[in-house]
Structures are given as C-alpha cells and as structure tokens.
C-alpha cells in the first residue's frame, strides 16, 4: 500500500525538521549565530489518469486527472540572515556588525573564512585572533606597550603607546560581503566558506555604501527566538504524530484485507 511510503516519507521529513529545530535552540546563546528552518517539496506524482488525454474520438478530454503524489521531501535548510541583538560586554576586543559584512579569518590551511563572531584576542606575538587563535584579516598587530585599545565605526584601530597621549592607527578591520550570503557553507566554529553559490567576496570598509558598522565593546547574539522554536517544535511533533497515525490506519486496512476468506 503506497499510503504506507507516503507517511514514512513524512515521518522522515518530520525529523529532520526536529533536528534542525533542536540546533537552533541548543545555539540560543551562540555568538552571531544565525537560525535555519527546513524547507520541502512534495515528490512526484504518478498519473493513474494523465490530465488532458482524450476520452473518446470526438476529441473530449479528461479535465483533472488522476494524479496521488509520493510524499515529501527535504529541499533545502536555509538560514535566517537577520540582525541578532547587540549584547554589550565592555571588552575592548568584542566587536558586534550592526548591518551587512562578515569579518575575514585566516584558516591555518591558508583559506579565508568569514564570521559575525566578534570575540577577538591578541596573541603571544601581539596580533589580532579569534578564540581558536585564527588570525583576523588584515592582520593587526599591537605593540608590547600598547594600552586604550580604540576601534571605531569605520573600523579603524587605534592604541596609546608609551608615554604619549595621541593614539596611533594600526590599522583598518574590513568586512566582506556576498551576493548571496545564504551560500555560505558553514563548517562550525561559528565559520563559513564561499561556494560557488555564495559568489565571491566583496571586501570594503565597515560603514561605506552597502556594509555595517562596527561597535566596539559589544557582541552580536544569536538571531534564535525561543517562543518561535518552540512553538515550530510543537506543529512539527504533530505533524510526526499524523504522519504515524496514517501508518497505523494503513497496516489496520492491509490486516483487514488479509483476514477476507
């Protein structure tokens, strides 16, 4: 009996639904993590009577059809690109996007990853890292007897050394764009890397045309809403239990039509 695939195919889809919702809300308090939502498509469609074919030889056609579909399945598991909240921390080396731009992070394989965590440091060598100690492109290095460390909105780096008063720049934070952000593989580690479908990078400065501004002393949170997750896990529970509750209709008909003598 089809109706037996069919429900399986939405009990699985129901799932992964779960799944992804689960990641979600375990990353609530991930630093600029954005939220994914599972997207599907119906599979096809078998034509028991194909709509227009004739029906006699005066040229009369079916209007509709016979078609019953062979259930669900996973398209996609995009992510939600919104703003996250900017949470102040008072760390002079947190810094939170407000708008469009990813920073750039040196894998220690050479490839360049992109991020909207902010949580940076300074390394032995005095250069700006991120907590797994990446390096942050382009690399900004601080002197030994550098203090009142200064990162403005367009991203410029300032730090009062020894006994002077007037800050020196050492450098520029730059932000990339894409042209489709959502292309964006993630690999963990709150990274991504450009595919083919993301495009290439597109680097300027934080605050000209078309890319956000930088805060200093301040994180992005995650863009997860609890009250919708949950909400999201209960219609997907009951979807999972329709979808077995059809199973269950569909092995009581095929015990019916076995027990017919």
């Known amino acids: 009996m089809q109706a037996l695939h069919i429900a399986a195919t939405g009990m699985m889809a129901q ?21 994914q939502r599972a997207a599907f498509q119906d599979l096809l469609y078998p034509n028991q009577r194909r709509v227009g074919s004739e029906t006699s030889d005066t040229g009369t056609r ?15 598991t995009p992510r939600i690109l919104s703003q996250g909240n900017l949470e102040a921390t008072q760390k002079q080396l947190d810094i939170g996007v407000r708008g469009e731009g990813y ?24 250069t700006m890292v991120t907590v797994d100690g990446y390096s942050v492109l382009p ?16 991203g410029v780096v300032s730090v009062i050394t020894g006994t002077n008063t007037d800050p020196d720049e050492l450098g520029q934070i730059q932000l990339a764009r894409f042209v489709n952000k959502a292309g964006l593989e993630a690999i963990g580690d709150n990274l991504f890397l450009e595919t083919p479908s993301s495009g290439t990078p597109q680097t300027g400065d934080p605050n000209d045309d078309g890319y956000g501004s930088l ?14 997750e949950i909400s999201d896990l209960i ?4 979807a999972y239990e329709l979808n077995s509750r059809v199973i269950k209709a569909a092995d009581e008909m095929l015990s019916s039509a076995n027990q017919i003598r």
């Open 139 to 154: 690399n900004i290095t601080f002197p030994d007897d550098g203090r009142d460390i200064t990162i403005n909105a367009e």
């Open 15 to 35: 799932e992964l639904n779960v799944e992804v919702i689960s990641n979600n809300i375990a990353n609530l308090r991930t630093t600029g993590f954005k939220r």
């Open 62 to 76: 079916v209007p509709t059809g016979v078609q019953v579909g062979s259930g669900v399945k996973t398209a996609a």
């Open 103 to 126: 920073f750039q992070i040196q894998l220690p394989d050479g490839r360049t990853a992109f991020t909207r965590d902010g949580s940076f440091e300074i390394d032995a060598n005095g």
């Open 235 to 238: 219609a997907a529970q009951r």
């Open 215 to 228: 805060l200093q002393g301040y994180l992005e949170l995650s863009n997860v809403n609890a009250v919708t």
